[in-house]
T-cell receptor, first 114, second 110 residues
Framework: QKEVEQDPGPLSVPEGAIVSLNCTYS??????FMWYRQYSRKGPELLMY????GNKEDGRFTAQVDKSSKYISLFIRDSQPSDSATYLC??????????????FGKGTLLTVNP | KAGVTQTPRYLIKTRGQQVTLSCSPI?????VSWYQQTPGQGLQFLFE???????NKGNFPGRFSGRQFSNSRSEMNVSTLELGDSALYLC?????????FGPGTRLTVT
């Protein structure tokens, strides 16, 4: 079993739809959770960074972490064609120090159709 | 503030050769991490440097090495290149928290 599982999609939605992206993980020691957006031939761009369980909202994006279920989600409201990209979840045990590294899901390819 | 920069952006090498990639972190960031991204394996952690010391290493063979300089700039080296080393190599910098990625170096091994 991989440490982080993410449905690769592809996911295709109409403009204006609410998009739900999800990851599950097996290591209960993960404490920090991130979502990155990666456009084709570009580096990943940090969208959301959260610590432990709970919700965090930033504009049209909401990140949810449920540590009891080992499940994280990213919701995109009023999706736009410019949101078309690969979305990567990532997590880490700590925010620095020894053993500081990100473990990624494989990414979900999202297309938002005008 | 300038972002993470990586050079070169594209590289074509032949099997058996060696290659050096460079990364300049965001000003003030002391931690630099390297990742390999392939369609099959996704993003995989290579190693992380902090204040010129390797703090953490992923599960890659010894052909993959790196170093960090006193100005926090980092290089990674791959010796005896194999076809399977073809990938996007990404560098990320952080100040003990969020990691910010550069655009990557796309390496093709023929």
């Amino acid at each position: 079993q991989k440490e982080v599982e993410q449905d690769p999609g592809p996911l295709s939605v109409p403009e204006g739809a609410i998009v739900s992206l999800n990851c599950t993980y097996s290591n209960s020691a993960f404490q920090y959770f991130m979502w990155y957006r990666q456009y084709s031939r570009k580096g990943p761009e940090l969208l959301m960074y959260t610590y432990s369980s709970g919700n965090k909202e930033d504009g049209r994006f909401t990140a949810q972490v449920d540590k009891s279920s080992k499940y994280i989600s990213l919701f995109i409201r009023d999706s736009q064609p410019s949101d078309s990209a690969t979305y990567l979840c990532a997590m880490s045990l700590n925010s620095g120090g020894s053993n500081y590294k990100l473990t990624f899901g494989k990414g979900t390819l999202l297309t938002v159709n005008p | 503030k300038a972002g993470v920069t990586q050079t070169p952006r594209y590289l074509i090498k032949t099997r058996g050769q060696q290659v050096t990639l460079s990364c300049s972190p965001i000003s003030g960031h002391r931690s630099v991490s390297w990742y390999q991204q392939t369609p099959g394996q996704g993003l995989q952690f290579l190693f992380e440097y902090f204040s010129e010391t390797q703090r953490n290493k992923g599960n890659f063979p010894g052909r993959f090495s790196g170093r960090q300089f006193s100005n926090s700039r980092s290089e990674m080296n791959v010796s005896t290149l194999e076809l399977g080393d073809s990938a996007l190599y990404l560098c990320a910098s952080s100040n003990e928290g969020e990691q910010y990625f550069g655009p990557g170096t796309r390496l093709t091994v023929t």
